[in-house]
């Protein structure tokens, strides 16, 4: 059934149309506790929706909504190991890799009659050995010095989350290593990432699940050849590749030895992987204690999800504000706005996570759905949007959702640095709820002519995330926060957060079209004659 067809969304709706034209400032007029009530915190972080444009009453119907919707199932579900990823049939079992390692019978996690906890243990102490041997400078390399660059080869969910946690935790690396991470199949990627490097110091880490994505395999191919050129024969380059996956076959085909060889799990989707041994130059960068410190921040957020109260959830309420906005109050899009300039690349991984799981337009049984799923989500660390696009979030005409992040100590103590970098977080939320009004700019002497110009409707609601500082478990838990919500959106809307069906169109009219620029002789094109004109032109160009 549509969410969409149920009372409950109608519910919302006549709701929605009382308290349309009403103003955040009133709501916080009304209530001088509103901020402490519209707040909720666990694992070391704090959630306050206090600036969304939601009533008690609003609260209460989303909840009915998603209780309706079957969320709490959904969950148990998800934490059962059920094979959620309905259309690929198979579990999504992101929280095992994070699962302590425990005997007790409620800490098994059982995919098809196994226990996956030890297994998932089992390549951790592996992951862990290894990377202490790289950090110690005893992996050496076919010149016999120390391995000290690592270059991370993959694509999608086998790159966004380790680029992200190494940039999000460089505070913790070891500083003596460099890391790199190569992902597109413009050459450029590679030939950049490597000009500098010298190959006998560089370990290169394969990371795709499958071992058969065509970038990855091209960028690995290019590797070797560029390890062969500099090093000599085929032996002494196996000293410097490592592959993460779930494929040995094709490991093993490509040249890389089985030992050397981490793996995970077909329950284990791309964009929810970070955490498993495709996080390997993660704890190279960092040391297995801080990303077992990680793995610990996410367990923590998923304790919470799988045992707090809805309306005390992290995950629950971040997903309801998401769903109220988008669907009833009409955002197109979401901003992410990180206060933290370590989590620049926060925005990127989120922007697979949130719309490769849920930009879905038919439900889990195939029926084709009435209303919005994920929103286009996009972002840059504060305050370098406040010089550029926040003034669209100010004064423009479109409806943005912001969440704002921030942590209350900072890792690089530089003057006043810290403050100035809150105190604009703080006064952009508190700007865009409650704006300026014309008679408020008038009163400050405004001419009348720029009274207009520079007044601020205000009422563009925001979350603030707030956390102590950022650690190894305060990211593990902020990224869980994220999954789990995006799981209840897309429990909400009845669709299957873990497929991307979506990815394939594009990767079989690549390959077609890769033949056809292959070539030597003039192809016959049977494209739509724009298609045909521009690979004609291509061709051309590139002949000259
Ligand atoms: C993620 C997607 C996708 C995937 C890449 C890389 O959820 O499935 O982004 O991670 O296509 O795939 P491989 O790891 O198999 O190379």
Request: aromatic share 10%; glycine share 8%; with cysteine.
């Amino acid at each position: 059934m549509l969410p969409s067809e149920r009372p409950q969304w109608s519910a919302l709706l006549r709701h929605f149309r009382q308290l349309e034209s009403r103003h955040l400032r009133e709501y916080f007029a009304e209530d001088p506790h509103r901020g402490q009530r519209f707040s909720a915190e666990a694992a070391g972080w704090y959630l306050d929706y206090s600036k969304q444009r939601i009533t008690d009453e609003t609260l209460r119907l989303l909840l009915e909504l998603a209780h309706a919707c079957g969320v709490r199932e959904r969950s148990a579900a998800l934490f059962r190991g059920d094979k959620v990823n309905v259309t690929e049939q198979r579990a999504a079992l992101h929280i095992a890799l994070r699962a302590p390692r425990g005997d007790h019978i409620d800490e098994r996690i059982v995919v098809d009659g196994r226990n996956v906890v030890p297994d998932v243990h089992a390549e951790l102490d592996h992951m862990a050995a290894f990377s202490s041997l790289v950090r110690a400078g005893e992996w050496k390399g076919a010149s016999g010095k120390r391995v000290r660059n690592v270059v991370n080869i993959g694509i999608g969910g086998s790159d966004l989350g380790p680029v992200m946690a190494y940039e999000a935790l460089r505070y913790y690396s070891d500083r003596d290593m460099t890391f790199r991470f190569v992902s597109n199949i413009d050459g450029t990627d590679f030939v950049e990432a490597v000009r500098d490097l010298a190959a006998d110091e560089t370990l290169f880490v394969i990371c795709s699940k499958t071992f058969t994505t065509s970038e990855t395999l091209a960028n690995a191919r290019a590797a070797r050849q560029w390890c062969l050129q500099a090093l000599g024969d085929r032996a002494a380059v196996s000293k410097h590749f490592v592959a993460v996956s779930t494929n040995a076959e094709e490991v093993v085909k490509f040249g890389i030895d089985a030992d050397n060889m981490f793996g995970f799990w077909d329950w284990v989707g791309g964009r929810y992987s970070m955490d498993s041994a495709v996080g390997l130059s993660t704890m190279i960068a960092i040391g297995a204690e801080n990303f077992r410190a990680m793995l610990a921040g996410f367990h923590a957020m998923d304790e919470h999800f799988r045992t707090a109260p809805p309306d005390r959830n992290l995950p629950w309420l971040h997903a309801l504000m998401a769903i109220w906005n988008n669907n009833f109050l009409g955002a197109s899009t979401s901003a992410v706005l990180p206060y933290e300039q370590y989590l620049k690349r926060f925005p990127a991984y989120l922007q697979q996570l949130v719309m490769e799981s849920n930009g879905k337009r038919v439900t889990v049984d195939g029926a084709a759905i009435d209303y919005h799923t994920a929103p286009v989500l996009w972002g840059e660390p504060g305050t370098n949007g406040q010089h550029s696009f926040y003034q669209l979030l100010h004064q423009g005409t479109r409806f943005v959702a912001c969440d704002f992040i921030g942590f209350c100590r900072s890792l690089s103590l530089l003057g006043d640095h810290h403050d100035l970098l809150m105190a604009n977080l703080f006064a952009q939320s508190e700007a865009l709820a409650f704006g300026k009004s014309s008679a408020e700019v008038a009163e400050e002497g405004v001419p009348d002519e720029l009274v207009a110009h520079r007044t601020f409707e205000g009422n563009q609601p925001s979350n603030t995330m707030l956390s102590e500082s950022l650690t190894p478990h305060s990211l593990g838990a902020l990224v869980a926060l994220y999954e789990h919500s995006v799981f209840v959106q897309g429990a909400i809307w009845n669709i299957d957060s873990f497929d991307q069906w979506g990815v394939e169109l594009g990767k079989a009219l690549a390959k077609r079209t890769a033949a056809e620029l292959a070539g030597g002789s003039e192809p016959e094109l049977t494209h739509d004659s724009s298609t045909n004109a521009l690979i004609r032109r291509y061709r051309a160009q590139r002949a000259r």
